[in-house]
């Protein structure tokens, strides 16, 4: 059964930095994996979707990458800002997926000003 | 362009109490879901439908129903509100029921007392 665990749950750095989220999974059998933002109160918003045939995806300052062999995903931030603070969800799409997403429980990350 | 809409954002019931929350969706979507979210589970699916006339279960199905009587709406009905259905209700959308990008509602928190 496919398993998606995201660590640490939680994380607060300075401005500024670079950050890497991580999202592991068990099982390598995958349609796609795609990376959330949520807001406190408020819906997910899907940020990248990258397909098994894919490495990675990037979109502004967020770049997500897939290995599939080793069941990982790292969602890289760059120059992280106060804004960027939320919490991030990973979720799986099994290849015996009957439209099925499985989700990671989320890192709550904290960007200090 | 309002995307996915949920109604109500709020709602308290007494245990035993039927009602009735709604999902809208204008982007000509074949995928529509509901999910829950609780504190430390991550979002579990509650049921799902890949077209008009066209639902089924997903993980946490039990004491919900759905329907699909057309694209653009899809209602989610307790029928005998339990405390344990205590929990942050999501609708979400995706153009193809195979590798589409998850668009979502904003959540309906719904208390059972």
């Known amino acids: 059964k496919q398993e998606v665990t995201q660590i640490p749950a939680a994380l607060s750095v300075p401005e500024g930095e670079n950050l890497v989220l991580n999202c592991s999974f068990t099982?390598?059998?995958?349609?796609?994996l795609q990376w959330f933002r949520q807001d406190p109160g408020k819906g997910l918003t899907s940020l990248l979707l990258?397909?098994?045939s894919q490495r990675e995806q990037t979109s502004g300052r967020l770049n997500a990458s897939l290995d599939k062999s080793s069941g990982r995903s790292t969602l890289y931030i760059a120059a992280s800002q106060p804004g960027d603070s939320a919490t991030y969800l990973c979720?799986?799409?099994?290849?015996?997926?009957?439209?099925?997403?499985?989700w990671g429980a989320g890192t709550k990350l904290i960007i200090k000003p | 362009n309002a995307g996915v809409t949920q109604t109500p954002k709020f709602q308290v019931l007494k245990t035993g109490q039927s009602m009735t929350l709604q999902c809208a969706q204008d982007?000509?979507?074949?995928?529509m879901s509901w999910y829950r979210q609780d504190p430390g589970m991550g979002l579990r699916l509650i049921h799902y439908?890949?077209?008009?006339?066209?639902?089924d279960q997903g993980e946490v199905p039990n004491g919900y129903n759905v329907s699909r009587s057309t694209t653009e709406d899809f209602p989610l009905r307790l029928l005998s509100a339990a405390p344990s259905q205590t929990s942050v209700y999501f609708c979400?959308?995706?153009?193809?029921?195979?590798?589409?990008?998850?668009?979502f509602g904003e959540g309906s928190r719904l208390t059972v007392l």
């Open positions: 099982d390598s059998a995958i349609y796609n």
């Open positions: 979400a959308s995706s153009l193809w029921t195979g590798n589409g990008e998850l668009f």
């Open positions: 982007m000509n979507h074949e995928y």
């Open positions: 439908s890949v077209g008009a006339g066209i639902t």
């Open positions: 979720a799986v799409r099994p290849g015996d997926s009957n439209y099925q997403l499985i």
């Open positions: 990258i397909q098994s």
